[in-house]
């Protein structure tokens, strides 16, 4: 016999469990996500995800019988042994299946499972939010969002609900229909009655009787199966969700002195900034600025994908942001931060110049203010100036990444919760 299992699954059993096991071994999963973000590759973070955890880490208690003692037996298809017979105990050091050749005895397999793309992006970016975040000003224009909320009996025929419908049409159908039938059982009593009588000359009152009958029989099957005032509906209504003006302003170095791998670790890191607002936060705007010797506003696809290079002066990046603030994002209206990514390379003292328009008008508008610098040498002229910020500014943070594998660890420690302001 095969048995084909066709349940639609709408009491989501599968759903709940597998939320279950991702909370239970959520600090395994993370720390395999952790090890396996570093070897994507930009165009494929956002994907699903075959992720492996040690086996020892989700074996369960059990009871096993100690070894010793005495104990009776009997196994299956024995051919070899009678009663009596002594049987050697195995050796514990043995052979068994799913385990790993080893010169230390036993091992065991990972556990391998594929997560999906929700499930990945949710562990990768919990406990993240923008540092000192503050209603400012409510938007004008307020999000709605749809929620359930009970039944109605109004409604279009994608929002019926079939099983609120069905049992109110039953409880109808046997509210109307058991006056009815209560009243043909005690008709049909009179007449079995009459009929059992041996000689019965009541003919009129038998067909009256039979009559009645049919015509409670009639009455019944006339009552509708479902009828329009049976219909619910799913009710849904909209929850006005205000959101908080928020822009982001990503500030990379596409400068001569940045060779392939380091904007390829740049352009990491701005992904990982994009994904997380995106997922985290609705509506908060993105500027994406591209530097060398001059500065640029571009489109997201300009910004991941340009070859543009040239020579290197970064005060002309914090200028642009400087008028865009300006023009665009009043202060007062907007919550506004800043991811800048640069090897460090400078020209001459231009670094003297980002310090002062840093210290003098961004740090005094922004909520918050990151730099990294990619570089695996010695720090360069760049972090020296921005070093004297970090004691001065509590909004202002820096930090190194020299290889690939920095990159999340670097991302968290920004981005970490901590109290508002």
Known sequence: ?????????????????????????????????????SKRSVTDVERSESISIPGGDITEPTFRSAPGGRRERIYPGNKEFNKGDRIKRPPPDGKGQGRRASDQGEGQDDFAFEISNDEYMEILFEDLELPNLKKNKLKKLINYKNIR??????????????????????????????????????????????????????????????DEIEKLKLR?????????FDLRYKNFEKLPQPTTNAVMFCLMDVSGSMDQQTKE???????????FLKRTYKDVEVVYIRHHTQAKEVDEQEFFYSQETGGTIVSSALKLMQEIMHDRYPVNDWNIYAAQASDGDNWNDDSRICNK???????????????????????????????????ERQNFAIQKISEQKDIYPVFREFFHKQSVN
């Open 1 to 37: 016999m095969q048995i084909i299992d066709r349940r639609l699954n709408q009491k989501n059993k599968s759903t709940v469990n597998r939320q279950r096991f991702l909370k239970r071994y959520r600090k395994q999963i993370k720390e395999a996500i952790t090890k396996q973000i």
């Open 149 to 210: 909320s009970g039944f109605n009996t109004d409604g279009t025929p994608s929002n019926i609900d079939i099983v609120r419908s069905l049992k109110g049409s039953l409880a109808r159908r046997i509210a109307c229909q058991a006056p009815l039938r209560q009243t043909l059982k005690q008709k049909q009593g009179e007449l079995d009655k009459i009929e059992g009588e041996e000689n019965h000359n009541n003919v009129e009152l038998k067909n009256k009787l039979a």
């Open 220 to 228: 019944i099957k006339r009552i509708p199966f479902i009828d329009s």
């Open 265 to 275: 670790m740049a352009k990491r890191f701005f992904i990982l900034l994009y994904m």
């Open 357 to 391: 328009i840093l210290s003098e008008s961004i740090l005094n508008q922004v909520r918050y203010y990151t730099y990294v610098e990619i570089t695996q040498r010695e720090p360069q002229n760049l972090w020296h100036e921005y070093t004297k910020l970090v004691e």
